[in-house]
């Protein structure tokens, strides 16, 4: 009984909260290994282009919500969604015809778009601060449980309870859908084809006749879309807070590279590879320990490596890790 209670607890604060925040960075992190693979640059500006795409279905939510206009037992968020991917579609564009587009057709270097996506991010950075302000803000609505804890413990008779949130069942669910559907679409389409080959030899497929025009403006579609459905999706699992976007951008960089840039399948690997670690070194163990070990070895202590205030240094820490002795990731993608 004790181990079963071990295995509740353990997939009540480590498990399912970190498949669902995996779910999360790899859909951000397919942005940028997309990004960095077609467009070949490191896009600084992601973390902030994801506040601005869930500001949008934010601003939507509340619309429809105050027209009383609801999805029931699900968030009103994703009724939402198709209008911050098209707010950030719109953005991304301009922001490309305008800044992005110049320093290509001056064959700047990489690190020059680098800088230049720096300041980009703090263009945004300032434009959702002053539409929506810097505070928390939530936007969840429905049925908050799939499962709660008390019914758990009455269904099993076990005395440790599990809870599985609805936003964290809608964002596994939806990170599953919207990943199938993004590589039938790189890997069925001519579209798709044409990026990927575009992705391995930009030359080649130049004297093909692939338009660049046209791979550059649906990959920043395609990215819009990612990255409003991973920001929607982490606001709904927590809360929205355009900083916290800035913050994730770490977390979502680490995982792109821990999997290999330019590797989709390793983007979605790293992220789950990211969340799990944060999650797993920042648990205090002592409840699962203390159900799993004899009484005599029980420890006295929390058993928590790092404290969660320090979560996003655990990425930075395998971060380096990777770049010194695999910078082309697990999947060998370009090194960084």
Known sequence: MDLLNAIVALSNFVIVPAVAYGAQLALGAL????I???LRFSNFAHGDTMAFGTLVTILFTWWFQSMGITLGVLPTALLAIPFGIAGTALLVLATDRVVYRFYRRKKAKPVMLVIVSIGVMFVYNGLT???LGP???????GERFIINARDFREMTGLEEGLAIRTTQ????????LVVALLFWFLNRTRTGKSMRAYSDNEDLALLSGISPEKVERVTWLIV????????VLYGLDKSYKPFTYFQLLLPIFAAAIVGGLGSPIGAIVGGFVIAFSEVAITYAWKKVLEYAMPQALEPDGLVQL???????????????V???FRPTGLFRGKSV
């Open 306 to 320: 790092l404290s969660t205030d320090y979560k996003f240094a655990v990425s930075f820490m395998i971060l380096l």
């Open 169 to 176: 069942g809608i964002t596994v669910i939806t990170a599953v």
């Open 36 to 38: 960095y693979g077609i």
């Open 129 to 131: 601060r002053v539409i």
């Open 224 to 231: 819009a879309a990612l990255i409003t459905v991973a920001g």
């Open 135 to 141: 505070d928390d803000r939530n936007f969840a609505d």
């Open 31 to 34: 942005g940028v290994t997309l």
């Open 322 to 324: 990777v770049l010194i």
